[in-house]
């Protein structure tokens, strides 16, 4: 039932910050462990950042870490990037996974300039 829809990509500078949304429908969001991901054009989707349903166990890319900070609300599900880097370059995918049930959204683009 829960269906994730991402917002929040565009063109952003190099050392700029930009924050990625995921909206959530459902009535079971709550009981999702959320991640995000990236895909980077010719390259396989990496993780980046997952949190837990209580939104207090949290885990980070090596590549993010200190950098991207993840965390969540009743509905929505966010990625709060700093110090942004070409190599950020990437479709950013929302994920949800509770059990056997996964769910994906259709994915932002997110660009970093030099």
């Known amino acids: 039932q829960v269906q994730l829809v991402e917002s929040g990509g565009g063109l952003v500078q190099a050392g700029g910050s930009l924050r990625l949304s995921c909206a959530a429908s459902g009535r079971t969001f709550s009981s999702y462990h959320m991640g995000w991901f990236r895909q980077a054009p010719g390259k396989e989707r990496e993780f980046v950042a997952s949190i837990s349903t209580s939104g207090t166990n949290t885990v980070y890319a090596d590549s993010v870490k200190g950098r991207f900070t993840v965390s969540r609300d009743n509905t929505k599900f966010y990625l709060q990037m700093t110090m942004l880097k070409p190599d950020d370059t990437a479709v950013y995918y929302c994920?949800?996974?509770?059990?056997?049930?996964?769910?994906w959204g259709q994915g932002t683009q997110v660009t970093v300039s030099s």
């Open positions: 994920h949800g996974n509770y059990g056997r049930v996964s769910i």
